[in-house]
């Protein structure tokens, strides 16, 4: 079992920045790739960004790539989200995700789930 723990969301205003933080505990850390995914009100899931065990491959939505930047800290069992030039559509709930399956971009590749954390963009 992997146990995940999402923070660092909160309400912020259009152009500015936030960076969310997911710290795992339970099973070594570093044997798994994470993602970020969010969930907006009516809509489904999505995948936001994802990074390998390594940290050497990482993945970004086309709707935040050169906004978000996915990095991991081994030594510290935690993944970050840096969100920069934040919009009013960003506005969701942020999950990160833990998983050892392939297509680190999808929902099928991860086992693990954090609570979310709520991100709100103010316009």
């Known amino acids: 079992q992997v146990q995940l723990v999402e923070s660092g969301g909160g309400l912020v205003q259009a152009g500015g920045s936030l960076r969310l933080s997911c710290a795992a505990s339970g099973r070594t850390f570093s044997n798994y790739a994470m993602g970020w995914f969010r969930q907006a009100p009516g809509k489904e899931r999505e995948s936001v960004a994802a990074i390998n065990w390594s940290g050497g491959s990482t993945y970004y939505a086309a709707s935040v790539k050169g906004r978000f930047t996915i990095s991991r800290d081994n030594a510290k069992n935690t993944v970050y989200l840096q969100m920069n030039s934040l919009k009013p559509e960003d506005t969701a709930v942020y999950y990160c995700?833990?998983?050892?399956?392939?297509?680190?971009?999808?929902?099928?590749?991860?086992?693990?789930w954090g609570q979310g954390t709520q991100v709100t963009v103010s316009s």
């Open positions: 995700a833990a998983g050892r399956r392939p297509s680190i971009s999808t929902m099928r590749a991860y086992d693990y």
